[in-house]
């Protein structure tokens, strides 16, 4: 099995790397290990009238680093048994 890389339709991108996927993964915190996989693994593509575009490597890594940071302050200092 053959892996595209680059797409000439938007139609042709997998569901799994669309703009749409990211929005409501990210929105949907049980979905965070699913984005993480998808924007690790490989490029995230969004719609414009002149065809598919990737994310940016900058883009990928600000979504990563604001689940991280989620994450952080929900576990390390969301810790609700120091208040009295």
């Known amino acids: 099995m053959s892996v595209k890389r680059s797409y000439d339709t938007y139609s042709e991108v ?3 790397r669309r703009n749409w ?8 915190w049980p979905l965070w290990p699913a ?3 998808v924007l690790v693994t490989g490029d995230v593509y969004w719609n414009t009238t002149t ?5 940016t490597f900058g883009g990928k890594a600000a979504i990563l680093i604001l689940i991280f940071l989620f994450i952080w302050f929900a ?3 969301g810790d ?3 208040w009295k």
């Open 51 to 55: 065809g598919p575009r990737k994310y």
């Open 14 to 16: 997998p569901w799994y």
């Open 75 to 77: 576990y390390v200092k």
């Open 21 to 28: 996927f990211v929005i409501t993964s990210f929105l949907l």
């Open 80 to 82: 609700s048994t120091d």
């Open 35 to 37: 984005l993480v996989a």
